[in-house]
C-alpha cells in the first residue's frame, strides 16, 4: 500500500485499504468467536466417562439381537417348508421352549423329549407335525443327530 502511495495510485488504494479493513474485521470475528467456543468448552470441564454404559458391550448386544432374530426367522423359514400346517414364531416358541422337557445325550444321537402333559388336542396334532419338520431337517449336535420326541411326563 506504501507503494501505492508513493506511485499516486489512490484509487487502487483505497480498494486495498477498504479490503483490509473487511479482512481485519473477519479475522477480529473469528478470535472472537474461537474465544467464546473455547470459553464454553473449559465451563463444560473435562470430558467425563459414563460408567454405566459401555458403548462397545451395547453394539455387541444390539448385533446380537439382530443376529439371533435373523436366525430365528431362517429357521422359521426353512421349518415351515416342511410343515403343511401355519404357524407363527411366537406359537413354535412357546410350543417348544415354555415347556418342561428333558435331554439326553448318548453316543450317537442327541435326545430330546417335550413335555405334552396338558396339551390340547389340536396343538398335540401341530406339535407332532413340529416334531416330524424337525427330524426331516437332520438337525446336528456337534455332529451327532437331534431327535426330538414327545412324551407326557407328570408335573
Avoid at 406359537?91 to 390340547?120: D, H, I, K, M, Q
Avoid at 416330524?132 to 431327535?147: N, Q, S
Wanted: glycine share 6%; aromatic share 4%.
Amino acid at each position: 500500500m506504501a507503494e501505492s502511495a508513493s506511485k499516486g495510485q489512490g484509487t487502487r488504494l483505497e480498494q486495498r485499504q477498504h479490503v483490509l479493513v473487511s479482512v481485519e474485521k473477519a479475522v477480529k470475528d473469528a478470535q472472537d468467536k474461537r474465544d467464546q467456543l473455547a470459553a464454553q468448552a473449559s465451563a463444560l470441564g473435562p470430558p467425563g466417562e459414563r460408567a454405566d454404559r459401555d458403548f462397545r458391550k451395547q453394539t455387541i448386544m444390539t448385533i446380537r439381537t439382530l443376529l439371533l432374530a435373523n436366525a430365528l426367522r431362517s429357521f422359521m423359514a426353512v421349518l415351515l417348508g416342511h410343515l403343511t400346517t401355519k404357524v407363527s414364531l411366537a406359537c413354535l416358541l412357546s410350543l417348544l421352549f415354555e415347556r418342561s422337557g428333558a435331554r439326553v445325550e448318548t453316543r450317537s444321537p442327541v435326545l430330546y423329549w417335550v413335555n405334552t402333559a396338558g396339551v390340547s388336542v389340536p396343538y398335540r396334532r401341530l406339535l407332532t407335525e413340529v416334531v416330524e419338520g424337525l427330524g426331516a431337517l437332520d438337525l446336528r449336535d456337534r455332529g451327532k443327530p437331534i431327535c426330538l420326541r414327545l412324551k407326557d411326563m407328570p408335573p
